[in-house]
């Protein structure tokens, strides 16, 4: 098992910035990549963006490339989403999540190939 605790939300201004937090436990060696989600009231959970565990390789949703960065630090087994410029359609709750090495044949990209979750942080951007 792994576990997840997200920080770092809260309310901003449009244009303004924060920082998720997201430390992971637990079974950390069986993590092949994390992800950041959010999820609007009304809608579906989307995907935001991921990175490979090991280092390297990133990625984003369209809506999110060149604002938010996504990056870790595997001394501290933590997984951070700088958010910059925010927009209030940005305004959601944001949950990390993990994806085990055994779920290979999921793109990081996919919800249904992370099998931890946190317990979700609220992102509120005012206008």
């Known amino acids: 098992q792994v576990q997840l605790v997200e920080s770092g939300g809260g309310l901003v201004q449009a244009g303004g910035s924060l920082r998720l937090s997201c430390v992971a436990s637990g079974r950390t060696f069986s993590i092949a990549y994390m992800g950041w989600f959010r999820q609007a009231p009304g809608k579906e959970r989307e995907f935001v963006a991921a990175?490979?565990?090991?280092?390297?390789?990133?990625y984003y949703a369209d809506s999110v490339k060149g604002r938010f960065t996504i990056s870790r630090d595997s001394a501290k087994n933590t997984v951070y989403l700088q958010m910059n410029s925010l927009k209030p359609e940005d305004t959601a709750v944001y949950y990390c999540?993990?994806?085990?090495?055994?779920?290979?044949?999921?793109?990081?990209?996919?919800?249904?190939?992370?099998?931890?979750w946190g317990q979700g942080t609220q992102v509120t951007v005012s206008t």
């Open positions: 999540a993990a994806k085990p090495h055994s779920r290979y044949n999921y793109s990081p990209i996919v919800r249904d190939g992370y099998d931890y």
């Open positions: 990175i490979k565990w090991s280092g390297g390789s990133t």
